[in-house]
C-alpha cells in the first residue's frame, strides 16, 4: 500500500510565499515522476509543476517564475516553493506521483489535499 501525504496549505497574503510538501510512504519500488495539481472551485484539476526523477522539471504557465518544484529521492518527497501568490492561486493543490510497488508496473498516486488560499 502506498499513500502521499501533503503539508503546508494555509492562508496567505498576496505576494506572500508558500511550500508544499509531499511525502510518499509504503511498499515503493520506485517513483517516475512527481508533480503538483492544483483545483479551484468550479474549475477542473490543472497540473502546475512536474519533476523527474533526473529532475528535469516543467511548469504551467500561471506560475512560471514564481514557482520551484524540487524532489529528494531519498525521501520519496517533493516540494513546490510558491512566490509572489496571487488571488487566482487560491486551490486545493495536490501531490501526484506515478510509483511502482514490487508487485507491479506502477500506478498514479494522489495526496489528500491541501487548501491554498491567497487572500488579505
Known amino acids: 500500500q502506498v499513500q502521499l501525504v501533503e503539508s503546508g496549505g494555509g492562508l496567505v497574503q498576496p505576494g506572500g510565499s508558500l511550500r508544499l510538501s509531499c511525502a510518499a510512504s509504503?511498499?515503493?519500488?520506485?517513483?517516475?515522476?512527481m508533480g503538483w495539481y492544483r483545483q479551484a472551485p468550479g474549475k477542473e484539476r490543472e497540473l502546475v509543476a512536474a519533476i523527474t526523477p533526473g529532475g528535469s522539471t516543467s511548469y504551467a504557465d500561471s506560475v512560471k517564475g514564481r514557482g520551484t518544484i524540487s524532489r529528494d529521492n531519498a525521501k520519496n518527497a517533493v516540494y513546490l516553493q510558491l512566490n509572489s501568490l496571487k488571488p487566482e492561486d487560491t486551490a486545493v493543490y495536490y501531490c501526484n506521483a506515478h510509483i511502482r510497488t514490487p508487485w507491479d508496473t506502477g500506478y498514479d498516486y494522489w495526496g489528500q489535499g491541501t487548501q491554498v488560499t491567497v487572500s488579505s
Open positions: 509504503g511498499s515503493i519500488f520506485s517513483i517516475n515522476a
